[in-house]
């Protein structure tokens, strides 16, 4: 699962991508609104962490704005302003979890699993089928007609992110930020490595699924006709 903390305290910032990060999640973090806006309108979270006091642009505008666009990603907004009428303004706005600072990493943790169980969104641990394969992310096991084989994180990523476009075209800029994160500067060709090593993970569980490349756009995964 991969988060956007956006949070203007280095200290706090530094502190929660740690722990996060210690407890198995992708985290990409910045530090003022307008970055948290940028980053979340690429729309290749699970879920953002949002301070409600940041520099630049404030988390509750940034709120507004990815509401606006769309974007439906779920956030928790964190902050010092804990009055009611805070709370509700930040619900009303689209958040759909609100924490008051100062707050133990273990309430985090339990309010990202809270809104991870959402039905409306799919999760990481779910079990998910296409056509003739099944993504087990728990077990880290894709399967097939043919057999079952493991994925390394970078190949889950990438099966995931097709599996959530619902047939569409993935741009390249889209799956270079959702697998290697926005400020890593991998090159382009690492895309087409991790392209050809999924390939060959679908060919042996025996699945008819084919990646295929849209020339000047990026990847689809098909089913056969």
Not at 185 to 194: F, M, Q, R, T
Request: contains cysteine; glycine residues 8%; negative net charge.
């Amino acid at each position: 699962m991969r988060i956007l903390l956006a949070e203007d305290d280095e200290k706090l910032n530094e502190t929660l991508v740690y722990g996060l990060t210690q407890a198995g999640f992708i985290v990409d973090a910045c530090f003022d609104g307008e970055d948290a806006l940028f980053y979340g309108e690429q729309n290749i979270y699970d879920i953002i962490l949002l301070d409600r006091m940041l520099p630049c642009m404030e988390g509750t505008d940034v709120l507004a704005s990815l509401r606006e666009k769309g974007i439906a990603t779920p956030v928790i907004l964190i902050t010092a302003l804990g009055t009611l009428s805070d709370k509700v303004e930040g619900l009303d706005l689209g958040a759909d979890d609100y924490l008051v600072k100062p707050f133990a990493l273990e309430e985090l943790l339990a309010r990202i699993r809270c809104v991870s169980r959402r039905p409306r969104r799919l999760v990481d641990e779910e079990t998910r089928t296409f056509s003739d394969i099944v993504w087990l992310p728990a077990e880290n096991r894709l399967t097939g007609p043919a057999g079952n084989c493991t994925l390394s994180k970078r190949e889950a990523t990438l099966l995931e992110a097709f599996l959530k476009s619902g047939g569409t075209t993935l741009s390249r800029n889209h799956l270079l930020l959702k697998v290697w994160g926005p400020d890593s500067d991998v090159e382009e060709g690492n895309l087409d490595n991790y392209i050809h090593f999924l390939r060959r993970r679908l060919k042996t569980v025996g699945s008819r699924l084919s990646l295929k490349t849209v020339r000047g756009v990026g990847y689809t995964l098909t089913e056969p006709s």
